[in-house]
Every structure is written in C-alpha cells, then in structure tokens.
C-alpha cells in the first residue's frame, strides 16, 4: 500500500524556519517523483516544489524561490521540505504527494494526509 505521511508542521513567528518531511512506503523514491503542495483557507491548491527520483528539483511558485528548499534521502525514503525566512503567507495545510516521473509533478497518484504550517506576523 502506498503511503505518505507528513510531519515537521507547527506554529511558528515570520522570519523563522521549518522543516516538513514526508516518509514514503509502499515504494521507493526511485519509483515516483514527490511533489510538495500548499493549500491555504479559501485558496486552491498550489504546487511548491518538485523533487525527481534523481534529486533534482523544481520549484513550483515564484514565492518561495530562495527560501523553500526541497531535499530527499533515499536510505530514509523520505523526502524535506526546508522553508526559511517564512512569512504569513506561507501559512497552509501543506502535503506531500507521489506523482508520475516527468510530469513536473502534474500527475499525482497518491497525497499524504497533511500538516499544518502557521506562520504569525
């Protein structure tokens, strides 16, 4: 069964800095790309950044460009979201997502539960 569950959400002062991860099972980091998505109260869901099998990254939204920073560790099978300097902005429900390889993350085949990220001014 394929499986993501976020953790590392919380509450936390603009300015500050959080690190989400999301553990994969039911398959390998090898097998799909994990794609970071926000969704805040009254918005739509958005992507934030892209992470292929390899490592490479993408970043999704030009508000986070430079300060969000996708990682993964593949013994772990668990990929990071690293989010510095946030702003309330960034407050969402953030989640994590396996998706197609090479679709830039456009085709999800599984989400994770979501966590939580406030970020107070």
């Known amino acids: 069964e394929v499986q993501l569950v976020e953790s590392g959400g919380g509450l936390v002062q603009a300015g500050g800095s959080l690190r989400l991860s999301c553990a994969a099972s039911?398959?390998?980091?090898?097998?799909?790309?994990i794609g970071w998505f926000r969704q805040a109260p009254g918005k739509e869901r958005e992507g934030v950044s892209c992470?292929?099998?390899?490592?490479?990254?993408?970043v999704l939204t030009d508000s986070v460009k430079g300060r969000f920073v996708a990682s993964s560790d593949n013994a772990k099978n668990t990929v990071y979201l690293q989010m510095n300097s946030l702003k309330p902005e960034d407050t969402a429900v953030y989640y994590c997502?396996?998706?197609?390889?090479?679709?830039?993350?456009?085709?999800?085949?599984?989400w994770g539960q979501g966590t939580q990220v406030t970020v107070s001014s």
């Open positions: 039911g398959f390998t980091l090898d097998d799909y790309d």
């Open positions: 997502a396996a998706v197609l390889p090479f679709s830039n993350c456009r085709l999800v085949s599984s």
């Open positions: 992470i292929s099998s390899s490592g490479d990254t993408t």
